[in-house]
Nanobody, 124 residues
Framework: VQLVESGGGLAKTGGSLKLACVTSGLTFRDATIAWFRQAPGKERGAVSCVTAPDLREYYADSVKGRFFISKDYGEETSWLQMNSLTPEGAGVYYC??????????????????WGKGALVTVSS
């Protein structure tokens, strides 16, 4: 199984970035895909996920209305559109896959597969 993130980089406060997570080796239809963020010195926490098989979307309160997750079965890819970025949104963003998700935002301990991460920097 591989999860490969792309799309990270530098954005200005108020700007946007779109992250992509290309997967391989998953039973994509059965996998909940989540995006986690880890800022320096902080724990890795989920910011959004789209569950399987019902495609429900969940967002952390801090990103609701600004971040949007999507999942494409044909391309076996997930995207995280991040709008109105703030410096608090900076960090390494990890794509994650979970089989048998309980629903809701997952804890990092529930993740079975991780990507290597994409760095997002937000300038003030």
């Amino acid at each position: 199984v591989q999860l490969v993130e792309s799309g990270g980089g530098l954005a200005k406060t108020g700007g946007s970035l779109k992250l992509a997570c290309v997967t391989s080796g998953l039973t994509f239809r059965d996998a909940t895909i989540a995006w986690f963020r880890q800022a320096p010195g902080k724990e890795r926490g989920a910011v959004s996920c789209v569950t399987a098989p019902d495609l429900r979307e969940y967002y952390a309160d801090s990103v609701k209305g600004r971040f949007f997750i999507s999942k494409d079965y044909g391309e076996e890819t997930s995207w995280l559109q991040m709008n109105s970025l703030t410096p608090e949104g900076a960090g390494v963003y990890y794509c994650a896959a979970i089989y048998g998700s309980r629903g809701g935002l997952p804890h990092s301990s529930e993740v079975q597969f991780w990507g290597k991460g994409a760095l997002v920097t937000v300038s003030s």
